[in-house]
C-alpha cells in the first residue's frame, strides 16, 4: 500500500460552491470562448442538481459593475443558501458562507467560479486550510487569459485542491452507469455535443 | 461611383441551404469546439427561422456512418424541403435540391454545412456559376482542421462567394433593430452568451 | 507604369469614422487582449486628432445593453459630429451619418470599429460602393473571434478596401519625420510601449 | 450566368504531380505533425491510384541529402513516370517531366509537394502559364512553417491555382458515393480516422 | 544519495491496461489531431506487444454510444484479458478488472485511454493507492481538449503518477539496442514517420 | 485541520520588489504583447502604492545596454530604496539590496521583474531559502518566450513560491470592497479595460 | 495559353532592397522569435550577395531610438548604395533612394524590412505602381504582431505584390542546382539548420 | 529560516552533460523552430566552454540513423570525453559516461539532449537517485511536440529536476558582471539577437 489516499468525491459527502457567476464578471473571462464557458457553468450546476448535492450561491456586489448572478443558475436552485456578499473578496472571510458550508455538513467541496485566481483560489484555499477536501472544476472557472489561469491552478496544487473537469466531477459522483443510465445520458447530451452526437447516431441505427 | 456593386443580404430575396449537419459527420469538425460550432448552427438555423427565409435542408446518407441530420435542425423547420441525397456529394447535382432552391425563387443563397471544403464549397462553387450569389457562414461551416479550412475558404473567395458569420448574417437581414428590437435581442441573447450577459446587466441596473 | 494605382492615405482628403466603440460591445470583443485592443482604439483616435483630420463619431442603441461610447473617445472628439443612431445596424444607412462624411469632403475614409464585420464592414462596403477610398484600421476593429476576424477581412478585401494598422495609418498620414518629429514621436510614445523604450533608453545614452 | 466557371476535377480529365516527397525533404516540413503529413502524402497517392489518375513522380537530387523518394509513393506508382531530375529545381524546366506530363492528355493537374512555395509552386505557376488548371493539394504539400506557407499560398492563389485538400480532392473526382461506396469507403476508412471510427460504429450498431 | 528513487519500467514487472478506446469515444478526444491520436495509440499497442507484456483490454458500455473497441487493439491481442465493463466508469471498481490486473503479479502498470480524466485518471488514482507505480502514456490518452488535459494531468501529477510518452516508454523498456536493434527499429519505423525517414535515407546512403 | 497552512497576503506584513523594469530588458520580453506587459508592470506598481506597501527598486547595470529604469516606475515611487547594483545579477546577492528588504521589516515579499528566470527567480529562491513568504507576480514578470518561462515557473514552484496575478494580490491584499471601494475600483478601472467597460456601462445604466 | 505571366524572379534582372534593419526596430518585430528573424534577414543578404544582385541599404533616423543598421548586414554590402533617408518614411519618397533603384537598371525588386507594412508595403505599393515587379521576402519582414503581418500582407496582394520566402527566392533565382551546387549548399547549411542537418548525416554515411 | 534550500549552480561545481545532440535526431524535434534550438544548443556550449566547466559529449549509434553528433558541438570540446555510446539509451546504463561523470568531481550536473524525455530524462532521473543536483537545459532539449515535452518535465520536476534556460544557467553560474563583464556580453550577443541589438543601439550612442 502506498501513503497516498484517492480522495474521491463521494456524492453523499459533497458541497457545490457556485462562486460570483455575474453577468459583468462573466464578460471580463478570456480563456475560454463565451460559448464553452456559459455550457460549463451550466454543466456544472445542472450536474450539482441532478446529484442533489447541496449548493451554495454566493455573489459580489450585484448591486454594482459585477453585476447579478447568470439567471440560468438561480434557476436552477430556487431554495439554495445564496449569500449576496456585502464586501468580502475571498467568500470565506463572510460568515454567512462559511456557516452554509459547514451547516452542508459536507467534507468534500466542489467549487467553480469567476475569475479564478481570486473568487475561486481564495476560498480554496481557506477550505484547505480548514480541512476540507477540495476540488475545482477549472473548465467552469475562468479568468482573463491562461497566463492568469496557470498560476492561479498552481497556486491551487501546491495547496492540495484537486483539478477538475465537470466532467470528471460527474464521473466521478456517478461511480456506475446502472445507477442511472438515463440520467447522467441526458447530462451529457445536454452539455457534451459530440456526445449527443454519438447518441444520435446510436439511436437512428441501433 | 466605384465598379464594386455591394451585393447585401435582403430578406425577400434570400434563401438557407443547411448541408449535411448530421451528427456522424459533425463529430468529425475539428476547427471548433464542438459548443462552438453547436451553438453557432443552431444560430443560422434560428435566423433562418426568424427572417422566415425559405431554407432547403439536405443530408448525405443519412442511412450510413454519416449518421442522420441533427435533430434540432429538423425542429426547427419541420415542413422544409429535404432533400436526403442518394448519393450525390455536390448537393447541387441532386435534381431535386436544385429544383427546390429555384423554387425558393431567390436570387441570394446562405449555404452552411458540414465539411466546408466538399459539401458547403462544391454547391457554392456550382450556385456561384448559375448566377446566385453565395453567401457561406463560416462559423457554422465545419472541417478537419484549421489548413483545410483556410484552403476550403481561398478556393470560394476566389470565385466570388462572401463569406460571412452568422451574427454578420443576421445583422445584414435586420437592416434596422426598430424592426423589431425584441426578436433580434432574443436571438442574440440565445446565441451570444456575452450579449447575453449584457442584457442582463442592463436589465438589472436600468 | 502598371495598371495599379497606389491610393495612398493624404491627410488633406481623409477623414475617420469611428463606429460604435461602445462599453457594452467592447466586452464581447475577443480577437485582441482587452489591453491590446483599448490601446490601438485610443491610438487610432489620436492620431486622428494630431492630424487633425475630420472625425466622426456614432454609435448604435446607446440606451441600451451597448453601452455609452468609450468615454476617452468623447472626450477626445468633444465637438465632432456625434451620431446616435436610432436602429440602423449600418451607419450608412443613417442620414445623418451619411450626410456628416459627405460634408467633410474628403474621398479617403478610415474606419474603425466594434464589431468587425458588421459595424465595420457594412459601412465600408456602403462607402466603397459610393466610390470612396476606404481603409480599415485593422487592429481597432474587433469581433467575437478570429474566424469571425478571417471571414470579414475577406469580405472587405474582395471589395477593395484596404486593411491597415494604426501605426501604419499614421506613417502614411506623415509622410516625413521632418513635418514634425515631436509630435509623431510623441504619438509613438504614448501607443507603442516598445518604441517608448527606445526612446527611453536613447535618450539616457545620447 | 455569372462570368465565373467552376473548374471542377474530372477524372477523366486530371493527371497527379508528386513532387520532391523525399525522405531528407519530408523531415524539414514544420507545418504539419509527422503523423498527419504522412497520412495526408499516402492519401493523395492512394486516391490517385484509386482513381486510375496518371500520376507522375519526380524527385530533387535523390543521390544527395534530399534522399530517396517517400518508399510507399513509390511502391504505390511501380509504371509511373519517374523523372529524377539531374539539377532543375522547378520540374516544369526538366524537359522530361513536361513531357510526361502533356503525354497524359489531360488538362487538369493535381499537384502536392515538398517544399510548398517550390517544389509545389514553382510548376504549379509554370503550369498555369501553360494554360494548364492546376490544383494543390494543401494539406499534402509542407514547408518549414505557416509563415512560409502563407506566402506560397498567396502567390499560387493570385495565379489562379485552386487549393484544396486530399478529401475535397477525392470528393469532387468522385462526384456520387454510387459510383463505388466501398471504394471511397475504404479510402476514407484508411486516411481519416474519424470517419474510421463512425464506420465502426455504424458496423457494431447496425 | 537523494532520496529519490528513480521507478524505471522494467519489461519483467510491468503490465498494460488499455482503457475505453471505442470508436465512439475516440471521436470526442479534441486535444490530438486523429492522425496523431491513432498513431499514438497503435504505438502503445505494439510496443506492448512487442515486449510482451500482459495487457488488459477493457470497455464502457460497447454496446451504446460509446461504441466499439477500435478493432486494430482487439486484433493485436486476441487473447488478452478482455473486460466489457456492464456498468462502472472507474475500471477499477470493476472485480474482474482488478483481479486480471492482479494476476499479472506485475507491480508496475502503464494506462492509456479515453478520456484522460476519467477512465485514465480514476484507474490509475486507484492503482496508486494499491501500491502499484503507475506510468500514463499521455500521448494515448485524449480527452475533450488542453484545459480538461491540463486538469487531469495535474492530479495524477499529484498522486504520484509518472506521465510519459510512447516513445519514452518503449526506450525505457528496451534499454539497449543491442537486445533486439531490429525490433525496436521496426516499431518506430512503423509509428514515428520522421525516424522512419532518417532510416530511408541512411539506408540510401550506407 | 489540514497541515495546509493558507499563507496570504497581508498588507501590513508585506513589500514590494520590482526588479529591473528597464527599458532594454523590457524590450527582448516575449511572453507577453508589449501593452499588457507596461499595463501589467504599472498595474503592480499602482497596486504598492495603492496599499502603501514599502516598495524597493533595484536595476542592473542602469548604465549599459540594459538601459534605465522604465520612467513611470520611478515617478510612482520617488522616494522609495533604489538600488542600481553594480554588477549583481541576483539583487540578492546585493547587500545593500537586502539591507533594505529586512529594513522594511516584512516578511511577505511579492516580486516582479525582467527576466523571470533569472531576475525574478534568483531572488525569490534566496527569499524562499531566508524564510520569506514569496509571492510572483507572473504577469508582470516577463522573459525570451513561454519555454523559458514555464521553465522558470517550475523552479519557482518547486521552491515554495506562490504564483499569482496582479489582480490577485490587489484582491488579497484588500481583503474587502468596503474598506475603500472607490479606490481599488479606480485601480481596476485604470488597469482592467473590460473592468472599465463594466464600470462606464454600469453608470450610464444605473 | 492562360493570361497569367508567370513572373519569374531572374537573376539576371533583379535588385534588393534592405528597408531599415535597424537595432531599434527589430526589437519591435513580434511576429518572429529572434533567432528566426535574424537568420531570415541574414539569409536574404546573403542570397543576395552569393547571386551578385545590386543591393540598396536604406535606413531611418539612423542617430535617434531607430539605431543603426544591423552591423552584418552593413559588413555584407560595404559598397552598395547606403541611403541614410533624412526623414522620409516611405523610402520611395527619398529621390536619392529611387535614383539608386533605377540607377540598376533592374526592373524586379526583391524587398525586406522592418516595419512590413510601413517600410516594406509604402515603397513597395510605390514601385508597382511605377511597373516594377515586386517581390516580398515575407519570412526577413518584421512587424508588431500577427494581426498587423496580416493587414499588411493583404494590401500588398491587392496590389500585386509577389509574397515569398527566403529560400523561395534563392530557389527561383538559382534555377538548377547544377549552376552551383556547393555554394547554393553552402547558403542553406547556413541559413536552414534542419538542412544542414541533412548535409552533415549525408557526409557522415555516404 | 526555511526548510527550502537554494541549491544554486556553482561554476567550482557543475560538470555538463550534451546528450545526442546528433544530426539525425536533432531533425525529428518538433518543439523548437530549428533557429532557435540549434542557437540554444550552440548557446549551452558555448557557455559550458566560457565557464571552463568539464563537459562530457555522448552519442547513440551515431554509425546509423541518427548521424554523428552536430560538428559545432565537438568542434567546441575537442578535448572533452566522447563516448559513443554502443547501445545504451540511458547514457548512465554506460559505464564509461558515468565514470567520465564522477571523475569530473562536481556534484552539479547541467544536462541537455535529444529526446528530452529520453536521452535527457532517463540520465537526469539516474542521477538524482544518484545524489546528483540536477539541472536540466530546457531549451536547449528537444523533443517531438509539446505534449511529449510536458510529460518529460512533468516526470522531471517530479523527481527534483531543476528547470532552466540557458540564459539563466549563465547568469547563475556567473553570479556578477564585474567578474567579466566583455566576456558575458559576448555570449549574450552571440545567442541572444534582441540583447545584441540593444548593444548595437548602446554603442552607437553612447
Redesign the interface.
Known sequence: ??E???R?LDRSDAAVLLVDHQ??L???V??????????NVLAVANAAKYFKLPTILTT???Q?????I??EIKEIFPKSPYIAR?????AW?NEDFVKAVKDTGKKQLIIAGV?T??CV??PA??A????YEVFVI??ASG???K??R??????M????V????W??MA??L??????D?EGLGALFSNH???????????N???
Not at 484537486?162 to 473537469?165: A, G, P, V
Request: aromatic letters at 12%; a negative charge.
Open positions: 500500500m502506498s497516498f489516499k484517492y474521491r453577468s459583468g462573466c464578460n471580463i478570456g480563456d475560454f470562448s463565451p460559448d464553452d464557458f456559459k455550457n459580489s456586489f450585484e454594482g459593475p459585477n453585476g447579478p447568470v439567471p456585502p464586501g468580502q473578496i475571498n472571510d475569475v485566481e481570486v483560489a481564495f484555499l481557506s484547505i486550510e480548514e480541512g477549472t473548465d479568468t482573463f487569459n497566463t492568469t496557470d498560476a492561479a491552478w498552481s497556486r496544487e501546491a495547496a492540495g484537486q483539478l477538475m473537469s466532467f470528471g464521473c466521478e456517478h461511480r456506475d452507469w446502472r445507477n443510465m457534451l455535443p459530440a456526445y449527443r452526437n454519438l447518441i444520435t447516431s446510436f437512428a441505427h441501433k
